[in-house]
């Protein structure tokens, strides 16, 4: 068992977690967090609570899959020691079929940043990006299913024991 595939191991069972996390956060369809946003401009601490944690969740989970998933298998694809710069990589697994679209990833990303770093004071504003963000999210998920399918078709684990 390499290194590699020992931090690509760490990172598939850490993403799966907090992928089962924002499951959670989507559930029925993404109804309680539709819900949760139409209460909003009412002050409801319940909804605050409610997209307060979608919004920790996806912001985990894009990070976790970007930082983590993607330059592990990059080490274990042996492309190189260090992933390069995040648009690079994202095209270079996209390149390999691990991911569908790097465009794609960028709007992911780009809706996390406004959820993070820009987080709307705007009611209806939070509740567009929080609509983006639960579409988004359920991509995601898909996404990463594909991603899983390649790590599992690339034979990237094969000798490891996964217990």
Do not use: C
């Not at 996806?58 to 990059?74: C, D, K, N, S, W």
């Not at 940043?113 to 998920?141: K, Q, W």
């Amino acid at each position: 068992m390499t290194r590699d595939q020992l931090r690509l191991l760490d990172a598939v069972k850490t993403t799966a977690s907090v992928a089962d996390r924002l499951r959670d956060s989507l559930r029925f369809d993404g109804a309680e967090l539709k819900a949760a946003i139409a209460l909003l401009p009412q002050g409801d601490a319940g909804a605050l609570r409610e997209t307060d944690a979608f919004i920790q969740r996806y912001q985990q989970l894009v990070e976790h899959m970007t930082h983590r998933l993607f330059g592990a298998i990059y080490r274990a694809e042996e492309l190189g020691e260090r992933p390069p710069p995040l648009r690079r990589l994202l095209a270079l697994l996209e390149g390999t079929k691990a991911l569908k679209s790097a465009e794609t990833w960028t709007v992911y990303i780009e809706i996390r940043n406004r959820l993070v770093h820009e987080y709307p004071s705007d009611e209806s504003e939070l509740a567009t990006a929080l609509t983006e963000a639960s579409a988004a999210g359920f991509a995601i998920l898909d996404e990463l299913e594909g991603v899983m399918d390649y790590v599992t078709r690339r034979k990237l684990l094969e000798s490891v024991d996964a217990g």
